[in-house]
């Protein structure tokens, strides 16, 4: 856990990013490795969407953090623990793999909910990023094979940029994302496919241009992580 910020500052920082978001963009705050404290300090100033990226941690906060937060989850999801986190969050954006895809609707099925994803899309130059290519993309769209899962509801995209301080690196990944984004709502008419979640402390600002419906911001908020 990080050393907490004090609730001040969290909500200076809260304050200032509200005033900067263009309206309907929504904003969910990254409270990954954050304690509890800087989590109430952010909900007590009206923030309710909050992300997690690992399980254990994310059920632990639930526990303990009010029940009208909205949850999302961000990080690399195993399908083992796919079981315990339905049902329980707004949005899984870090959807990785068809495997995990047809583990979701398998589940929720089980568990008689209908589960609301977003897929996760590779494009930055780091190898360690997980994620469906552009190519696996619109593979998985062109076979029609998304139409077949009946208890989830793909609702877009999420994606990192390149962690480089050149901006038009940056800006080239978003508009790829956003361009595919556009491209699979058009010809495949998916009806739910309204996020496009991309931009984070560092980037915001060039994804929102970029056509951003969703930022996911932490440490600029909360501090380091
Ligand atoms: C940690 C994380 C963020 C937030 O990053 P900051 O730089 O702290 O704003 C956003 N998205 C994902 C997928 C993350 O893992």
């Not at 029940?67 to 690399?76: A, C, K, L, P, Q």
């Not at 870090?94 to 977003?118: A, H, W």
């Not at 595919?180 to 309204?194: D, E």
Request: charged fraction near 25%; aromatic fraction near 8%.
């Amino acid at each position: 856990m990080s050393e907490a910020v004090s609730s001040l500052i969290i909500a200076e920082r809260l304050q200032k990013l509200y005033s900067l978001l263009p309206e309907g963009v929504e904003l969910v705050a990254i409270s990954k490795f954050q304690p509890i404290s800087s989590i109430q300090a952010a909900y007590d100033l009206g923030q309710r969407k909050f992300g997690e990226s690992r399980v254990q941690e994310l059920l632990e906060k639930i526990e303990r953090l009010p029940d009208d937060i909205e949850w999302h989850f961000i990080g690399h999801l195993q399908t083992n623990k796919v079981k315990y986190i339905i049902g329980k969050t707004k949005l899984i954006q870090s959807v990785d793999s068809e495997r995990l895809i047809s583990i979701l609707d398998l589940e929720s099925r089980k568990q008689n909910v209908i589960t609301d994803v977003l897929l996760q899309v590779h494009v930055a130059a780091e190898e360690t990023k997980f994620g469906f290519t552009t190519d696996e993309l619109m593979d998985f769209f062109e076979s029609g094979k998304f139409e077949s899962y009946n208890n989830i509801r793909i609702c877009g995209l999420m994606a990192m940029a390149t962690n480089t301080d050149k901006v038009e690196i940056v800006r080239n990944d978003f508009q790829t994302v956003s361009d595919l984004f556009r491209n699979i709502k058009l010809k495949y008419n998916v009806s739910s496919f309204n996020i496009l979640s991309m931009g984070m402390s560092e980037d915001w600002p060039i994804a929102v241009e970029e056509g951003a419906t969703l930022i996911r911001v932490g440490s600029c908020i909360f501090g380091p992580s």
